[in-house]
């Protein structure tokens, strides 16, 4: 297949800036990218409200989550088949109105059980948006812009997880929790009605064959493998059936799956992708990347909550500078990347992020907050060089044909590789405070003040001291995990990407 950049609108891919109409696309975008992660991190803040309104337990609740994550798990793979067949526009809106149906549904549940249920509706269309979208901005803007258009999409990527614990708290205090669903209605009623003007024509060319095996082998796969993974905190160990059976299915299902793709001409998740050098790199970059990224990123709303005794807004708000770090570093990173490859800016972010991430190993029960927000800031400017780069370092090398497959594939790794982040540093820090007598009771002193009546003098102190050790003491394992995401960041493109079927397919495309 051939790249034909667009003239219809007066903008040219190979050029080296981002003109009007690419901007008019990543409005488009970015506005569904917002309402779909944010959709994640929002929820989080709401499981204790609706542990209170359906009368059920936190497990239960947390479904509300994990139905989610495992629908995203089950119709990310399908994403590149579907643009190629469907086109990217079409898809797109389809997504949307599911996405915006599935949050109106949410908002109207009558128990917990419903509630999961149009979790799983909203979570078909979310699964698809971020692909999707990264595949609409890659061919918008033409392979020599990508680092620029990809720090575009990596601000609702940030920036959701902090955002969302300030916007959950405050719509809950203020209007309720049937909220955090209604205000995707206004935001996506305006991203549909964007799409159907903005989004260029859809020509799908003729369709591979839909690779039915590869489908009913790699969606239950992943689905499965996450449902085990997730089932972990809420279990206390991996040596539970719960856990260990879901995900040797999983993982049995998605060996099956690689045999299966790699004599298949046309597979449902390309992994003849793994021929180009940059995206098996990326790959891992990202693998290690994610793991520890995701997984610190759950540690420390928890211990402005429980051991400091916080509200979910203030939590929020206390971790707003990573975002702000995020915000200056990023669209530099994105032009850098465009001049001078991935490699050297990942490996800056990389750096960045372990030194914000290491001073948390040396958290205590009164750490002083304007340090904390200094690290915080430091972990900003590192995330803002880290993701997207390496997204772009996947990507840039791609033909236009291959661009959906490969956005696909990135997605399903960040995905996979957070929910096992999430579960892995739940496991370590329960099993931690388990170890440490008096830091249970002295974190529910926080949520209920007749607890630290019934303890001895001197135990609440001694207990918030404990807890705050075990939290300093999980950070060692995302510090450890950064550390190891150096080895595969290091064989990124160190050079300004060249994309050789661009220059081949020029006097061909002004033929057109």
């Not at 609108?9 to 003109?19: C, E, N, Q």
């Not at 696309?25 to 309104?53: C, H, K, N, R, Y």
């Not at 999707?132 to 920036?159: D, E, F, S, Y």
């Not at 205000?183 to 159907?196: C, D, E, R, V």
């Amino acid at each position: 297949m051939t790249l034909s950049p667009d003239t219809s609108s007066g903008s040219d891919p190979a050029s080296d800036k981002l003109d009007a109409r690419v901007f008019k696309v990543a409005g488009v975008v970015v506005l569904g990218a917002i309402m779909s992660i944010l959709d994640i991190t929002v929820v989080t803040v709401a499981i204790p409200t609706f542990q209170v309104e359906f009368d059920t337990s936190y497990a239960i609740a947390a479904w509300t989550m994990t139905g989610y994550t495992l629908a995203l798990a089950t119709v990310i793979p399908l994403t590149g088949w579907a643009a190629d067949r469907f086109g990217t526009k079409r898809l797109y809106i389809m997504a949307l109105t599911f996405f915006v149906l599935g949050s109106l549904l949410c908002s109207t549940a009558w128990n917990i059980e419903s509630l999961i249920a149009f979790r799983v509706i909203q979570g078909i269309g979310g699964g698809m948006l971020m692909p999707l979208g990264m595949t609409i901005m890659t061919h918008a803007a033409g392979p020599q812009r990508i680092g620029r258009v990809m720090a575009v999409l990596g601000v609702p990527m940030l920036l959701g997880p902090i955002s969302g614990p300030i916007l959950g708290g405050w719509l809950i205090d203020a209007f309720g929790w049937h909220w955090i669903f209604l205000i995707n209605l206004p935001i996506g009623l305006i991203a549909l009605t964007f799409a159907f003007i903005v989004l260029p024509s859809d020509n799908p060319e003729p369709s591979e064959s839909f690779d039915f095996l590869g489908m009913l082998l790699a969606s239950p796969g992943l689905a499965l493998f996450l449902f085990g993974v997730s089932s972990i905190p809420e279990q206390g160990t991996v040596a539970s059936a719960r856990v260990l059976i879901p995900v040797a299915v999983g993982l049995l299902l998605v060996v099956l799956f690689v045999l299966h793709a790699l004599r298949t001409e046309h597979p449902l998740i390309d992994l003849h992708l793994f021929r180009d050098r940059a995206m098996t790199f990326s790959v891992l970059t990202m693998v290690l990347f994610a793991i520890a990224f995701f997984g610190a990123g759950l540690l420390l709303p928890s211990y402005l909550q429980q051991v400091r005794g916080e509200s979910a807004l203030a939590a929020g708000l206390l971790i707003a500078p990573q975002g702000i770090g995020a915000m200056i570093t990023m669209p530099i990173a994105g032009r850098l990347v465009d001049k001078i490859g991935p490699g050297r800016i990942v490996l800056t972010g990389i750096s960045l992020l372990a030194v914000g991430i290491a001073f948390f190993t040396q958290l205590q029960a009164d750490t002083p907050y304007p340090i904390m927000m200094g690290a915080l800031l430091i972990q900003g400017f590192g995330m803002g060089c880290t993701m997207m780069p390496i997204m772009t370092a996947a990507i840039q090398t791609l033909t236009h044909a291959q661009v959906a497959r490969g956005t696909t594939l990135m997605n399903i790794v960040n995905q996979t590789a957070g929910s096992i982040g999430t579960a892995t540093m739940s496991v370590v820090l329960t099993n931690l405070l388990k170890d440490k007598p008096l830091a249970g009771p002295a974190i529910a002193s926080n949520v209920d003040p007749s607890v630290a009546a019934q303890l001895p003098p001197g135990a609440i102190e001694t207990g918030l001291d404990q807890a705050a050790d075990a939290f300093a003491t999980t950070y060692i394992v995302a510090v450890a995990l950064i550390v190891l995401t150096f080895i595969p960041a290091a064989f990124l493109p160190r050079t300004k990407p060249k994309n050789p079927e661009l220059a081949a397919d020029a006097p061909a495309a002004m033929m057109h």
